[in-house]
């Protein structure tokens, strides 16, 4: 077989492994069902036999191979999606390890897990000591998921009945200095107002590798330049130096004033807005 015929058959083989794999969809490597995994292995020994095959009709049946391998993957993760039971059957049920603080020995032993074992992936979890674990169990693809007892769970805003304001997830709206007009949109902003940030901070559009803005609107910036140095924003610090000097005016009418009910109204929305400085400061202090 000539060299170019090999070119041809690899490529052929890539464009057809990208494809399957779009159809397949996404899993990374930790995530993958036994099955998954025993199709990932089948599908790259026939694509790796295909382009070195010399006759001129058996390459064509390890491409008819492959698509009927991915027709009968694609089929059984349909049954696996409509059914626990086959689910179950392929991929196995979640294992109980420790339950009520009490670590189950027999489960241990059924998954073949030691106890080193089972003490290191309470680690990549960030717990270090057992007597902390109220609930630990093994999923189907082999990772270990804990819950603490109550009075090690960490402390949330819920628990100490504090309302926060909801936070969005950052968009980033410049990458690989190409700006993001889809992200932009979703802000609710545009170009001219990325530009006018931009201003602020001293940074052309040119010198801009990534830049994100999160739920509070600040702008973050990478640049292609790490040696340049971009001033931090003040809008959140300026905007509490304007309500603490709102307080202030507010308290200084008050004091100033002769009318009772004026002077009244005055101290009061001080109070208010006191108030509603202790609220917003930690957001405003970031």
Do not use: H
């Not at 717990?127 to 630990?136: N, Q, Y």
């Not at 968009?171 to 001219?192: A, H, P, T, W």
């Not at 801009?208 to 140095?229: E, I, K, P, T, W």
């Amino acid at each position: 077989m000539s060299w170019y015929g090999v070119v041809i058959k690899t490529i052929f083989t890539v464009l057809l492994l990208l494809a399957i794999t779009r159809l397949l969809g996404k899993r990374q490597i930790t995530q993958l069902s036994l099955f998954e995994y025993i199709t990932g292995i089948t599908l790259g020994s026939i694509a790796a036999y295909i382009p070195l095959e010399a006759e001129k009709t058996a390459w064509y049946l390890g491409a008819l191979s492959l698509l009927v391998w991915v027709t009968m993957a694609i089929g059984i993760e349909y049954l696996q999606i409509k059914s626990k039971k086959i689910r179950d059957l392929l991929d196995g049920k979640e294992t109980v390890l420790i339950k009520e603080g009490k670590i189950l020995e027999d489960n241990l032993k059924k998954e073949r897990i030691t106890i080193d074992e089972l003490v290191s992936q309470l680690r990549k979890q960030n717990v270090f000591r057992l007597a902390d674990v109220e609930f630990a169990i093994m999923e189907p693809d082999g990772s270990v998921n804990v819950m603490l007892k109550k009075e090690r769970q960490p402390i949330t805003a819920k628990m100490l009945d504090i309302s926060v304001a909801q936070e969005r997830e950052p968009e980033i709206v410049v990458m690989d200095g190409n700006i993001q007009d889809e992200s932009l949109f979703r802000l609710g902003k545009n170009r001219k107002w990325l530009n006018e940030e931009l201003e602020k901070q001293g940074v052309a559009i040119e010198n801009v590798f990534m830049a994100q803005v999160d739920s509070y609107g600040d702008l973050y910036l990478d640049l292609y330049d790490d040696q340049l140095q971009q001033p931090e924003a003040q809008d959140r610090p300026q905007l509490l130096a304007t309500l603490k000097k709102c307080e202030a005016d507010l308290e200084m009418f008050g004091l100033s004033t002769e009318d009772e009910e004026a002077k009244k109204m005055y101290l009061e929305s001080a109070q208010e807005l006191d108030q509603i400085i202790r609220e917003v400061k930690p957001y405003l202090t970031q």
